[in-house]
T-cell receptor
Framework: DQQVKQNSPSLSVQEGRISILNCDYT??????FLWYKKYPAEGPTFLIS?????DKNEDGRFTVFLNKSAKHLSLHIVPSQPGDSAVYFC????????????FGTGTRLKVLA | DGGITQSPKYLFRKEGQNVTLSCEQN?????MYWYRQDPGQGLRLIYY???????QKGDIAEGYSVSREKKESFPLTVTSAQKNPTAFYLC??????????????FGDGTRLSIL
């Protein structure tokens, strides 16, 4: 039972355009959501997060949107740069005291120069 | 410079052999985690520990063991009972138990292969 899903395994975008990565979740108890970026043979790097009390969080070129009714979050990267090419994981957790994070399967973004 | 150090970066295991992956953090974080990543799959939780001398099984703990004798260290042993150990293993830590909504920080991983 996959509680966090990234249905697009890959995405290609032209440099300078917007990249939109999507993530769906099934557990309505999740109240904290994160995006990580991962290069090959390296550990994931934290990118941006959002709490369930918000519907948008912005940090430079990166914006995360949360739609609780649809159980959907998305990451927008504007403008996309070749250095953004990586695998992006979304993750979710809830304040149950276990401090567990559930990860999606990742979306490989390729930004074309 | 604070961070999480995983060693070795590459590890080879012979059939029937136990191997131990090291994870050390100097971030003074309370909680530590081990994940396994396989191609096309997300990060799956093996074990996690919220405090010293305590740890819990994750979703795929069979064939693995851990210890948490020091706050800084959370080694993972891949035992011979783990029949499909070839994967990329990631260690992570998390700041302070009792404070929610914090990101995990990751090491650079260990790639384990079978000889």
């Amino acid at each position: 039972d996959q509680q966090v899903k990234q249905n697009s395994p890959s995405l290609s975008v032209q440099e300078g355009r917007i990249s939109i990565l999507n993530c769906d979740y099934t557990n309505s108890m999740f109240d904290y959501f994160l995006w990580y970026k991962k290069y090959p043979a390296e550990g994931p790097t934290f990118l941006i997060s959002i709490s369930s009390i918000k519907d948008k969080n912005e940090d430079g070129r990166f914006t995360v949107f949360l739609n609780k009714s649809a159980k959907h979050l998305s990451l927008h990267i504007v403008p996309s740069q070749p250095g953004d090419s990586a695998v992006y994981f979304c993750a979710a957790s809830y304040t149950s005291g276990t401090y567990k994070y559930i990860f999606g399967t990742g979306t490989r973004l390729k930004v074309l120069a | 410079d604070g961070g999480i150090t995983q060693s070795p970066k590459y590890l080879f295991r012979k059939e029937g052999q136990n191997v131990t992956l090291s994870c050390e953090q100097n971030l003074n974080h309370d909680a530590m985690y081990w994940y396994r990543q396989d191609p096309g799959q997300g990060l799956r939780l093996i074990y996690y520990s919220q405090i010293v001398n305590d740890f819990q099984k994750g979703d795929i703990a069979e064939g693995y063991s851990v210890s948490r004798e020091k706050k800084e260290s959370f080694p993972l042993t891949v035992t011979s009972a783990q029949k499909n150990p070839t994967a990329f293993y990631l260690c992570a830590s998390f700041g302070a138990v009792g404070i929610y909504n914090q990101p995990q920080h990751f090491g650079d991983g260990t790639r384990l292969s079978i000889l």
